[in-house]
């Protein structure tokens, strides 16, 4: 976020995608809808889906514009982690604003029982292991500085979910301002979570990577 000509704030809304060619126009729809009055740009950064989600969002500029809406296409699934892009400058106290599902006025809707678990046994293995100094590690609904997020993602080596994770870590053990704001995150509307076994490998084996490291 930066502030904009006549010191308006900008944003930039990166939203990472895989096969979501059925959620891609109602995310980009609720957007607009919800933030009519602010300057803000979409940055689509969608990993070579083979459903068609790159022609969806190539539609969805005719209707909004390519200023607002823009298509950042890679040749393949490449995780979380690998997506460099200058991010506009926050301006406010806080160096990371982070939502977070596990404070009083967060939550989940659309869950089952073991995805809820899953989920928060993660979390709270994390929290007891790294004290991160945030309460939702692997949530993505995040607003950086500028300047923080290209230290952070110059230190990150993890891909995939683990990014979100240790984002949070390096900003704490680096000494950042982390802000936390209440979300209830609702489940998806279209298609089944991409969440797996190998990702739950991925996770435990980042957990002990940052363990080690940081």
Not at 38 to 45: K, P, R, Y
Not at 88 to 94: L, N, P, R, S
Not at 139 to 152: A, I, M, P
Request: contains cysteine; proline residues 3%.
């Amino acid at each position: 976020m930066e502030a904009a000509a006549g010191g308006k704030r900008a944003y930039s809304i990166i939203v990472p995608t895989y096969n979501e060619r059925l959620n891609v126009a109602l995310i980009v729809y609720l957007i607009f809808k919800h933030l009519p009055d602010v300057n803000f740009e979409i940055i689509i950064v969608d990993d070579g889906s083979p459903d068609g989600t790159q022609d969806i969002v190539k539609q969805l500029q005719q209707v909004y514009g390519e200023d607002r809406v823009l298509l950042r296409a890679r040749p393949r699934k490449l995780g979380l982690g690998e997506f460099r892009t200058p991010m506009k400058q926050k301006v406010t106290g806080a160096d990371v604003v982070t939502g977070t599902r596990y404070v009083k006025n967060g939550g989940v809707h659309g869950w089952n029982l073991m995805r809820k678990l899953t989920s928060r046994g993660a979390n709270v293995l994390a929290q007891t292991l790294l004290q991160p100094g945030a309460s939702d590690l692997t949530g993505s609904f995040r607003l950086y500085k500028r300047d923080v997020l290209e230290d952070l993602i110059s230190s990150c080596v993890s891909k995939g979910y683990v990014f979100q994770m240790e984002m949070i870590v390096r900003a704490t053990r680096k000494g950042y301002h982390i802000e936390e704001v209440p979300i209830t995150f609702v489940d998806r509307v279209f298609g089944i979570s991409k969440l797996g076994g190998s990702e739950i490998v991925e996770y435990l084996e980042g957990l002990v990577y940052l363990l080690l490291t940081t």
